[in-house]
């Protein structure tokens, strides 16, 4: 035998596309060589593979050894091929038969040792397998947990080479899956809202912010308190649905961030104002996911929303708008599911020291305040001033428990889906202009005091449009069917107020 | 046009220019003589001493400066006619020319009053400075000022708010559109006739640079609104550039064409305290608006109150200052309406400086009420939302 054929697959973007790796060995000068564009990575596995055989006690056929990666138009990346590339060779020279392999795509990375190393994207690779039908996977035994939760397909995990081919030949049973979706996180470690004391006001702001999905602007001098209460919003969102939790865990994966556990808790991200835009949402020459992608479900939090380079938030305003990031490339057009709740934070000057002691002149202020008002602001329906507590505020009772909080979010989210059923929508926050005009149901009266604030503050459209949604979002939390004129009164209050800022300057 | 500037002025305005760099270095070098836009031509001109500006000086050309005047879109009067403003001359050196943007009409006025006060300007100062703006321009009396971000723009933005009327509001961020509407009246034709409401009095701003060259650029569009309901001046050319001296000169202008200057907000060593002493130094009053004595950003005001300015807390203020104690009280003064005591000790609190959520409640549940109440608080308006979200006393209910 000297053609074999082992089914593998290559992370695109946010996927995993499948590759045939084919195997020919033919009488010739020793040499083993590898084509298919495939990467530097790809190349270097030939050292890997052929220590890995020698080492695992298999024989390396000294032998012209030709491996294909096809398609031949897909680039090949990173280290996952070196073990369907072993046992592709090892059944060219006739160590492992054909229906051995049937039906079952091969990732890992090799050691010199033959040990299986673990790698990115299982997760995404397992969904490729089910998608196209293969029947089973084999893959690190690190990442077996995480591939067993796409359901109807046989996970393999191994730990060495050796272990693998034995397992294929059917010799050895397959080492059970360790405890698929073990309970690792740990409730406790997740910050809590009653660790926050001096902020109580607050705490219906991020209420509102967490049930309709509202992005939130915290705007306050430095130490107050806007990083810590931006990192207890995940805790008050409604529980990962496990449809989520395995997107979530598959980009994470897709990214190299976790342990290979299932991710339960929705992400926080808070990228350094210094970032990139494509650090932000994505890009490259093989575009991975930005911070915007590794929040989705959870929270993105922008802290100093002034310093973040323009080109990097002009990346983010379509993004928001569309729940994914789209990314074009020469000939193939990738999209990032990226559905955040963004939080931004800013100080109100840029020395930060408030008002009394603030050095800034006019132009830094004035500059301060352009950037502010930049693309972002659009994007945000809430908005709130974090002042420094007082002491008194800060021996007082804390804030209420996360866990109580997020039962009235909970059923808050629970009439938004009932209402927005067939929508396509999820929250309160997505609702264009025309879908709130029908759904909002917001009373005559209701309307009049919108009209009445509109006179008086010189509203624009759009945030005439914020007013609604978060008062749609209070009569929700209020377990309203209606908008009355109070929650139209109190959304005022949380309003973002772009056309205050042009005054200040 | 050609009338209201003869030709000397006109050959002065451009001397003037001419010297302007060699001025600015002299001015920084605090070498320049006292006095020095007082002095004739022929000694300025020595002083300069290359000979540059005694070869432009003999070469000048009227009708030239004329031409540029008239395509600028300007109209020009200089301090031989009698539609001069005659307050200016008071000033030991009054400008030449005064080269105006939009209606001249509107340096007629007599009882017109200046606000001004620092470019970096704290919500406090802003706030009064605007409403001061709104408050003077509802008794019918124009507000000039220098159109400088800050305390100045908040004085014309007050003014302009309320000249427009009910609430079309000529923010920076919106004005672009309303100015499209109604072509800039800055030709001469349109001299005379303001249109705007009869009791309204046009805002005047005094710029450093040329009168066509809004300054800040960032003021473009307040530019554009108050060439539109009154006028912009300036003592030099059209297409100027400002020198740092420049600010100063225009300092006089704008206390000699104010009967009553009042200074809102200003450091110790503000260049807005150049005006008040401008205004001291030809006779006429000066006001200012008491500011906490732990703010630096107070010292120059609370020291001009020290030695003996009038004391403004609100329009009214101003307004007995400006034409005695029997002064007729603006239109708009409202009544004090009584308001809840829920409502009053959250105005309290907002009073207080305490404009935060977490500062005006610290139970969760009763945070709904507060919001309700803070929006009713601005419906009345008696509390503005800032930027961000935190509320401050608003003076509308008290100009």
């Given amino acids: 035998m000297s053609l074999a054929l082992v089914d593998s697959f290559t992370l695109d973007g946010v996927d995993a596309r499948r590759v045939w790796v084919e195997a020919d060995i033919r009488k010739g000068l020793p040499a083993f060589a590898v084509v298919g564009l495939a990467d530097k990575s790809v190349r270097e596995a030939r050292e890997r593979v052929r220590a890995a055989i020698v080492n695992s006690g298999f024989v390396f056929p000294q032998d012209r050894i030709t491996v294909n990666l096809a398609p031949a138009h897909l680039r090949k990346i990173g280290p996952g091929f070196d073990l369907p590339l072993a046992l592709a060779v090892l059944a060219a020279s006739g160590q492992l038969t054909p229906d051995e392999l049937a039906g079952c795509a091969v990732i890992g990375e090799l050691s010199l040792t033959g040990e299986v190393r673990a790698v990115r994207g299982a997760l995404a690779v397992a969904e490729g397998v089910r998608r196209h039908g293969l029947a089973r996977v084999l893959l690190p035994r690190a990442r077996a947990a995480e591939a067993a939760l796409v359901p109807e397909i046989e996970v393999i995990g191994v730990e060495h080479l050796q272990e693998a081919v034995e397992t294929l030949r059917g010799e050895r049973e397959p080492a059970p899956i360790p405890g698929v979706v073990a309970a690792a996180t740990a409730p406790l470690e997740e910050p809590d809202l009653s660790d926050v004391r001096g902020h109580n006001g607050l705490v219906p702001a991020l209420e509102v912010a967490a049930a309709g999905g509202h992005n939130l602007f915290l705007h306050g001098p430095p130490g107050t308190g806007k990083t810590m209460l931006a990192r207890r919003l995940p805790s008050l969102l409604p529980p990962m649905t496990s449809h989520e939790a395995i997107e979530v865990t598959r980009l994470h994966s897709i990214a190299g961030l976790h342990d290979g556990n299932l991710v339960q808790r929705r992400p926080f991200r808070s990228p350094h104002h210094t970032i990139s835009a494509s650090g932000l949402v994505g890009g490259g020459g093989q575009p991975n996911p930005g911070e915007a992608t590794l929040a989705h479900h959870g929270v993105l939090f922008l802290d100093e929303l002034s310093e973040f380079a323009r080109p990097a938030l002009e990346a983010l305003r379509q993004p928001l708008e569309d729940g994914q990031v789209t990314i074009v490339r020469a000939q193939r057009v990738m999209a990032f599911p990226t559905r955040v709740t963004l939080v931004a934070a800013s100080n109100p000057c840029p020395c930060g020291l408030g008002d009394a002691a603030c050095h800034c002149s006019a132009a830094d202020l004035a500059r301060h305040q352009r950037r502010l008002s930049g693309p972002l602001l659009d994007r945000i329906d809430v908005s709130v001033t974090v002042g420094r507590p007082s002491a008194a505020a800060l021996r007082g009772q804390a804030a209420p428990a996360s866990e109580v909080v997020r039962e009235r979010i909970v059923a808050a989210r629970e009439r938004q889906t009932a209402r927005l059923a067939g929508t396509g929508l999820t929250c309160n926050a997505q609702l264009t202009a025309r879908l709130l005009r029908d759904l909002s149901r917001a009373t005559v009266e209701a309307h009049s005091a919108l009209y009445a604030l509109h006179d008086r503050n010189r509203l624009s459209a759009r945030g005439h449009g914020r007013i609604l949604r978060v008062a749609r979002t209070l009569a929700d939390l209020a377990g309203c069917d209606a908008v009355r004129p109070d929650h139209i009164h109190q959304a005022a209050a949380l309003r973002l107020d772009d056309q205050s800022i042009s005054l200040a300057a | ?399």
């Fill in chain 2, 1 to 399: 046009m050609t009338d209201v500037a003869c030709d000397d002025c006109l050959r002065r305005t451009d001397l003037v220019a001419a010297l302007a760099a060699w001025l600015d270095v002299e001015w920084r070098r605090r070498s320049a003589p006292a006095g020095v836009l007082s002095l004739p031509d022929e000694t300025l001109i020595a002083l300069e001493g290359t000979g540059r500006a005694a070869r432009r000086y003999a070469a000048f050309s009227p009708e030239r400066a004329r031409r540029r005047i008239a395509t600028a879109g300007l109209s020009a009067v200089c301090r031989c006619r009698a539609t001069y403003p005659g307050r200016l001359r008071d000033l030991a050196d009054p400008p030449a020319v005064l080269h105006i943007a939009g209606h001249p009409a509107a340096l007629e006025q007599t009882d017109s009053v200046a606000i001004v006060g620092a470019r970096r300007g704290t919500a406090y100062g802003l706030e009064v400075a605007r409403a001061l703006g709104g408050g003077l321009a509802a008794a019918g009396v124009p507000v000039v000022s220098g159109m400088a971000m800050g305390v100045d723009s908040a004085a014309h933005i007050g003014a302009l708010e309320h000249t427009l009327g009910a609430r079309s509001h000529p923010r920076e961020t919106e004005a672009g559109t309303a100015t499209t509407e109604a072509p800039p009246a800055a030709s001469a034709t349109h001299a005379g006739h303001i249109p705007a409401p009869a009791r309204a009095a046009p805002p005047v701003a005094v710029l450093a640079g040329g009168a066509d060259v809004p300054y800040p650029a960032s003021r473009r569009r307040l530019h554009a609104r108050i060439v539109e309901y009154g006028c912009v001046v300036s003592e030099l050319p059209p297409g100027f550039t400002a020198y740092r001296w420049c600010f100063v000169a225009r300092n006089r202008i704008i206390a000699g064409l104010a009967a009553l200057t009042v200074v809102v907000e200003a450091a110790e060593r503000s260049g807005s305290l150049t005006t008040a002493d401008f205004a001291e130094q030809i006779g006429r009053a000066v006001g200012a608006v008491p500011g906490p004595v732990t703010s630096r950003f107070s010292g120059g005001t609370n020291a001009l109150l020290a030695a003996g300015a009038g004391v403004v807390r609100d329009t009214r203020d101003v307004l007995d200052q400006l034409l005695g104690p029997s002064a007729p009280s603006p239109d708009e003064l409202p009544e004090a309406v009584p308001i809840e005591p829920r409502l009053r000790r959250l105005l309290d609190a907002i009073e207080r400086g305490h404009g935060s959520l977490a500062e005006l409640t610290s139970d969760p549940d009763a945070t709904h009420q507060v919001l309700q109440d803070l929006t009713d608080l601005e419906l009345r308006g008696l509390a503005r939302r800032e930027f961000g979200g935190r509320y401050v006393r608003a003076l509308e209910g008290r100009r």
